[in-house]
């Protein structure tokens, strides 16, 4: 009868060596990450309902709203039309005004939309009471109109330091520069009369 061969059991992660590379060294084997990611909160799109010191409503801040950009600037339109975001209709109002802010007190690269409380009062101004409705209401826009999905944006109320609603005002005030503007007028002068003539 012909002797069976032995067969050594299966040798096991734990009692494997580890393989040695030829100047001695040991070799480690490449193992992926897990399939798990990571998101980065700093880049998830919110929306602040942004409220003065003393608690009157200020507006809303959008940080990485990129995307949606176009959307934002449409809100503060004076031309009576209605935007609509992914089916949300909102409504014009007279007293809203949209900016972009590279840098502010507040935050940095963000847009805001300020309620111009001088105008409160006058025709098709923006309702107070319906501050973080608004606010919602464009969340519910962007999210149906496929900008972002369900859960990624989030929004929050927050209340303004007196030095950051100082600094939005600043940035939101229009200075006339009278000097910039007599440079132009003369940049665009008329030239003496016998070129006027020719052209």
Same mark, same amino acid.
């Given at each position: 009868m /012909?002797? !069976? !061969? %032995? *067969? /050594? +059991? +299966?040798?096991? %992660?734990?009692?494997?060596?580890? +393989? *040695? %590379? !030829?100047?001695?060294g040991t070799t480690v084997k490449y193992s992926p990450s897990p399939n798990q990611k990571k998101k980065d909160e700093r880049n998830k799109p919110k929306i602040d309902n942004l409220m003065h010191p003393n608690g009157t409503c200020y507006g809303w801040a959008f940080h990485n709203f990129y995307a949606a950009k176009e959307e934002l600037k449409s809100l503060s339109n004076r031309l009576g039309m209605i935007t609509v975001i992914g089916g949300e209709e909102l409504k014009p109002f007279s007293n809203l005004t949209t900016k972009w802010l590279k840098e502010a007190e507040f935050s940095n690269y963000i847009w805001v939309i300020r309620i111009d409380l001088d105008l409160d009062g006058a025709y098709n101004c923006f309702p107070l009471n319906c501050h973080v409705a608004y606010g919602n209401k464009i969340a519910r826009g962007v999210i149906a109109q496929g900008i972002w999905g369900k859960g990624e944006v989030e929004v929050k109320t927050v209340t303004l330091s007196h030095a950051e609603a100082v600094d939005l005002d600043e940035r939101f005030s229009v200075v006339h520069n009278q000097a910039a503007d007599d440079a132009f007028d003369e940049a665009i002068r008329e030239a003496d009369s016998a070129l006027e003539d020719l052209i």
């Amino acid at each position: 009868m /012909a002797k !069976a !061969a %032995k *067969v /050594a +059991p +299966p040798r096991t %992660k734990s009692d494997m060596e580890t +393989p *040695v %590379k !030829a100047g001695g060294g040991t070799t480690v084997k490449y193992s992926p990450s897990p399939n798990q990611k990571k998101k980065d909160e700093r880049n998830k799109p919110k929306i602040d309902n942004l409220m003065h010191p003393n608690g009157t409503c200020y507006g809303w801040a959008f940080h990485n709203f990129y995307a949606a950009k176009e959307e934002l600037k449409s809100l503060s339109n004076r031309l009576g039309m209605i935007t609509v975001i992914g089916g949300e209709e909102l409504k014009p109002f007279s007293n809203l005004t949209t900016k972009w802010l590279k840098e502010a007190e507040f935050s940095n690269y963000i847009w805001v939309i300020r309620i111009d409380l001088d105008l409160d009062g006058a025709y098709n101004c923006f309702p107070l009471n319906c501050h973080v409705a608004y606010g919602n209401k464009i969340a519910r826009g962007v999210i149906a109109q496929g900008i972002w999905g369900k859960g990624e944006v989030e929004v929050k109320t927050v209340t303004l330091s007196h030095a950051e609603a100082v600094d939005l005002d600043e940035r939101f005030s229009v200075v006339h520069n009278q000097a910039a503007d007599d440079a132009f007028d003369e940049a665009i002068r008329e030239a003496d009369s016998a070129l006027e003539d020719l052209i």
